[in-house]
C-alpha cells in the first residue's frame, strides 16, 4: 500500500480493501500482497457455528485493480465423521477503481464478490465512493447482492447501502471504525504497524470488532465479537526501492575526475588485469568463468547458481567488475551467459557509461548501449583468453525444497497437507547435460491424506522418484530445446521433453512439452501421455498472456490460458483450464526460498528453491452443477522434473526491454555483493 492508504485502511471480512466488513474505494497497489486470517461470520448465511474462519489473499494486479480469493468455513462437525454442517466456500472478489477525469475526489469504485457461477454464498456487485478528511476517512456504497445458496430465503450477506467512518488516533498507528451494512452495525479499533524494512517494508494490521444485529434463524438480536489479522506486503515497491539505492560512504567508488589525476608508474599489463577480473569474479561465486579480448571489446563467460532469483544479478556482477577491472582501451563489455555449459545468451553494455552509472551517471546511457541476443555467435577463436579454458565449475549442486501438497474448502476437509522434503541432485557432464535425481522423504500429512483414506491419493511416497540424464540444445537460432530419459514417478520408464521457440521479430514464445512413459504412473500423475502446446504473448516486459492447449495427464483434453505477472522475484498467475467437461480456474504464486544471494560454489554444495510455486484452484459451478466436489489429478497442468524457463530463461523474464528496466539492480547488485561493508 502507498502510505496515504497505510494510515488506516485494511482488509475487510470479504478479503478486500476497505474497514472492518465494508469495502472503500481504495486498491491494493500494483505488486502489493495482503494475506489475511479472521473469524468474522456473516450473520445473513445461518446461526452462529462452532467453527468459524475467514482466510483470504489479495494482490494489486494492475494500477487500480484488485483481486482476492477468499476462504471461509462456517461450520459445525458431525461427531464421529469427516463431514459436517454448514459451509466451506472458495470465493473470488474483484475491485477495479474508476478513472473518473472530471474530479479527483472522491475515489469511486466497483467491485464483484464471489464471482462463482453455481454454488455462491456472497454473491454482490457493488458501487463505493471513499474520500479523507484530516484524521476521517468516510465511505458510502450500495451493493446488490444474491441470497446464500443454503438460505435462499435469506437476505443477501452484503446488500443495500452501506457507510462507515475510520478516523485516525494521532500518529500511534491506532484508529477507530464504526460501520452500518444491512441489519448490522459494527465498531472495532484497528492498528496498523510501521512499514518493517527487514521484511520489505511490510506491515502487520490488527483489527477486532463487535457486531450487532440479528442472526438469520437465530429470531433473536445477538452481538459477537471478531478478530482479524492481515499481512500487507508491498513487493510492487522493489523497483523503487532498487531505483532509489545508495552505496553506503565505505562502498563509495572514486570520481572518474580522481582517477584521470591518479599518480602515474607502473602499471599492470593487460593480462594481470584480466586475470584480476577473473580471480574477481569468481570470488563472488560465479562458475566456469573466462576473460578475454576481441579487439576493444572484454568478453567475459560465466555460469551462475549462486544469485539463483534473478540472472540480473549476475550479469551486474560481470558489468559492475568488469567496468572496473578492464584493461585500458576497452569501450565494451560482453557477457555469455552459459547453463550447464550450453551457451545460451549475450548480454553487451558501454563500458564508460556503466562505470558512469555505477557513480550516479544516467541509466539512459546504459540503456541506449546495452543488446541482448539469445544463441550467440561462438568467437572463441577470435578471442584473446586470458586462459584458454574455462574455470572451475562444481561437480554437484544439491537443491532442497518443500513438496506440499495441499487441498482447500472440500467437502471433507477445510485445509489438508501431504508435505515431503524433495533432494534434488544436479551433476553436469558436457555441454548442456546434466544427470538429474529426485528424492522424497515424506515429513507429514493430515489424516485425510492417509493411504486407503478419502484423500490417500495425496500422500507422498518415500523414495527415489526420478533419476534421468537431461540434455538441452538450441535448434538453429530460435528454438532452445531440452530432453530427458530415465526413470520417473518412482517406477515407470519414459521421457520428458520440452522446446521454446523465439518467435522472430518479438519478445513472444511459442512452448511445446510432453512426456511418454512405459507405463501410467497412476495417482496424480494419471496417464503414461501427456501434452501441451502454447503461444505466449508479451504484454509487457514483466507480464504476459499465455493460451494454449493440452492433454493433461488424467487423459482429458482442452484449453488452458494464463495470465502473469512478476513483481521483483515474486511472480502472480492467474489461470483457466478446461478439460473435458470439467473446468477449473485458480491462483499461483512463484516465490523464492532462499537469500538473494545463495552458498558460494564447491565441489558439492546446497541451495534451497529460488523459485517455488504453490497454486489454490476451485472448480467453476454453475447453477446446474454446483458442487465444487474433489477432483484429485483432474485437468492439472503438464509438469516436468525440470524447467528450461526456470533453469535457463530466468524464469520467463529475458529480453532487451526487461533488461532495460533492471539496470538499477545490476548497479544494486554491483555493491551489495562486490562492496562488503567493511
Known amino acids: 500500500m502507498g502510505q496515504a492508504q497505510a494510515q488506516s485502511l485494511g482488509i475487510n471480512t470479504q478479503g478486500v480493501t476497505g474497514g472492518l466488513v465494508i469495502p472503500y474505494a481504495d486498491v491494493l497497489s500494483t505488486g502489493t500482497l495482503a494475506l489475511t486470517k479472521g473469524n468474522y461470520q456473516e450473520a445473513q448465511v445461518g446461526v452462529k457455528r462452532s467453527t468459524t474462519q475467514n ?42 477503481q474508476l478513472p473518473i477525469p472530471w474530479f479527483s475526489k472522491p475515489k469511486v469504485a466497483v467491485g464483484v464478490n464471489d464471482l462463482s457461477g453455481g454454488a455462491v454464498f456472497f454473491k454482490s ?76 517494508n511490510s506491515q502487520l494490521i490488527g483489527n477486532v470488532q463487535r457486531s450487532f444485529g440479528p442472526y438469520a434463524g437465530a429470531g433473536t438480536h445477538a452481538t459477537s465479537n471478531h478478530f482479524a489479522v492481515s499481512l500487507v506486503m508491498p513487493f510492487g515497491e522493489n523497483e523503487m526501492r532498487v531505483a532509489s ?11 572518474l575526475e580522481a582517477e584521470a589525476l591518479s599518480p602515474s608508474g607502473m602499471q599492470p599489463t593487460a593480462q594481470d588485469q584480466l586475470e584480476s577480473l577473473r580471480k574477481a569474479l569468481v570470488n563472488v561465486g560465479l562458475e566456469r568463468v573466462r576473460v578475454g579480448q576481441h579487439g576493444p571489446t572484454l568478453v567475459v563467460e560465466y555460469e551462475n547458481h549462486r544469485y539463483a532469483h534473478n540472472e540480473v544479478d ?57 543488446s541482448w541476443d539469445k544463441n550467440p555467435s561462438d568467437m572463441t577463436s577470435q578471442t584473446d583468453w586470458a586462459q584458454l579454458e574455462p574455470g572451475a565449475k562444481s561437480a554437484v549442486r544439491f537443491e532442497i525444497k518443500p513438496d506440499f501438497v495441499t487441498t482447500l474448502g472440500t467437502e471433507v476437509g477445510a485445509f489438508d497437507y501431504a508435505l515431503a522434503a524433495n533432494l534434488q541432485a544436479n551433476v553436469p557432464l558436457w555441454s548442456g547435460a546434466k544427470v538429474y535425481s529426485s528424492y522424497l522423504l515424506p515429513v507429514d500429512n493430515t489424516t485425510n491424506m492417509e493411504s486407503g483414506n478419502v484423500l490417500g491419493i495425496y500422500k507422498q511416497r518415500s523414495g ?13 537460432n530460435q528454438i532452445l530445446s531440452s530432453v530427458a530419459a530415465g526413470k520417473f514417478n518412482y517406477e515407470a520408464l519414459g521421457v520428458q521433453a520440452e ?36 503461444y505466449r504473448h508479451m504484454l509487457s516486459p514483466t507480464m504476459w498472456l499465455q493460451a494454449g492447449a493440452q492433454r493433461y495427464s488424467d487423459g ?77 489429478g483432474a485437468v492439472t497442468n503438464l509438469k516436468l522434473e525440470t524447467s528450461l524457463e526456470l533453469d535457463a530463461l530466468n524464469a520467463g523474464r529475458l529480453s532487451k526491454p526487461y533488461l532495460d528496466q533492471q539496470v538499477y539492480r545490476m548497479r544494486e547488485a554491483f555493491y551489495m555483493f562486490t562492496k562488503t561493508k567493511k
Do not use: C
Open 314 to 370: 549476475a550479469l551486474g556482477l560481470v558489468f559492475g567488475l568488469g567496468a572496473e577491472m578492464a584493461p585500458r582501451g576497452t569501450t565494451r563489455i560482453n557477457a555469455v551467459t552459459f547453463k550447464d555449459g550450453l551457451r545460451l545468451y549475450e548480454t553487451a553494455v558501454g563500458l564508460s557509461a556503466f562505470r558512469a552509472f555505477l557513480r550516479d551517471g544516467p541509466a539512459s546511457h546504459v540503456r541506449d548501449s546495452l
Open 464 to 476: 527415489l522418484k526420478t533419476v534421468a540424464l537431461q540434455q538441452s540444445f538450441w535448434l538453429g
Open 125 to 200: 456487485a457493488y458501487v463505493v465512493a471513499s474520500d479523507q478528511y484530516g484524521p476521517f476517512r468516510v465511505a458510502l456504497g450500495y451493493a446488490k447482492g444474491k441470497s446464500p445458496v443454503n438460505n435462499p430465503s435469506a437476505t443477501p450477506t452484503f446488500d443495500g447501502f452501506f457507510r462507515g467512518v475510520n478516523v485516525k488516533l494521532n500518529d500511534s498507528g491506532l484508529s477507530g471504525l464504526v460501520e452500518f451494512e444491512g441489519p448490522q452495525k459494527h465498531m472495532g479499533l484497528r492498528w496498523m504497524s510501521a512499514p518493517m524494512t527487514s521484511l520489505g
Open 55 to 96: 482466510m483470504s489473499l489479495g494482490v494489486g494486479l494492475l494500477p487500480g485493480i484488485e483481486f482476492s480469493g477468499r476462504f471461509a468455513e462456517y461450520t459445525d462437525p458431525v461427531p464421529n465423521s469427516i463431514f459436517f454442517n454448514g459451509i466451506r466456500d472458495i470465493s473470488a472478489n474483484l475491485k477495479v
Open 556 to 632: 482429458s483434453t482442452g484449453p488452458s490460458v494464463e495470465w502473469n505477472r512478476w513483481f521483483g522475484d515474486v511472480g502472480v498467475q492467474l489461470f483457466y483450464r478446461k478439460g473435458g467437461n470439467a473446468q477449473f480456474a485458480g491462483f499461483q504464486l512463484n516465490i523464492p526460498l532462499t537469500p538473494r544471494q545463495g552458498m558460494k560454489p564447491a565441489t558439492a554444495f546446497f541451495s534451497g528453491a529460488p523459485h517455488y510455486e504453490k497454486s489454490i484452484r476451485t472448480r467453476l459451478t454453475s447453477a446446474g452443477t454446483p458442487g465444487n466436489y474433489i477432483a484429485p
Open 499 to 534: 522446446a521454446a521457440w523465439f518467435v522472430p521479430g518479438t519478445d513472444d514464445l511459442v512452448q511445446l512439452s510432453g512426456v511418454g512413459y512405459s507405463k501410467a504412473p497412476g495417482g496424480v500423475a494419471g496417464r503414461d501421455r501427456a501434452g501441451a502446446a502454447s
Open 245 to 255: 539505492f545508495e552505496p553506503s560512504a565505505d562502498q563509495a567508488l572514486p570520481s
